[in-house]
């Protein structure tokens, strides 16, 4: 069975850490690209970070670039997102997502993923 079971939400101060973990089950990890993505209320969902398994490329959005990272455990069938300097703005649900393209310049469209999961909350608030 395939599945992505990402771990890690909670609350957390503004400036504050979180790590978000992302488990891979039922398919071949490295055929793959990871990407997370985050949806606030009332919003469209949107791309923060990108990496590719075999490659270790990665690619983030704007919005979060120099205070988030993507990185992966192959053994442990796990990708991470590590995210630093929190700000309200960054409150969301989390998502990863699994695709076999990557491009490394820009968000695939939500279409282009095989396997999403269920999602993790994030709230930053004092």
């Known amino acids: 069975q395939v599945q992505l079971v990402e771990s890690g939400g909670g609350l957390v101060q503004p400036g504050g850490s979180l790590r978000l973990s992302c488990a891979a089950s039922?398919?071949?990890?490295?055929?793959?690209?990871i990407a997370w993505f985050r949806q606030a209320p009332g919003k469209e969902r949107d791309g923060v970070a990108c990496?590719?398994?075999?490659?270790?490329?990665?690619y983030y959005s704007d919005s979060v670039k120099g205070r988030f990272t993507v990185s992966r455990d192959n053994a442990k069938k796990t990708v991470y997102l590590q995210m630093n300097a929190l700000k309200p703005e960054d409150t969301a649900v989390y998502y990863c997502?699994?695709?076999?393209?990557?491009?490394?310049?820009?968000?695939?469209?939500?279409?282009?993923?095989?396997?999403w999961g269920q999602g993790t909350q994030v709230t930053v608030s004092s």
């Open positions: 039922g398919f071949t990890l490295d055929d793959y690209a």
């Open positions: 990496i590719r398994i075999t490659t270790d490329k990665t």
């Open positions: 997502a699994a695709t076999t393209y990557y491009s490394g310049t820009y968000f695939l469209p939500e279409s282009e993923y095989d396997f």
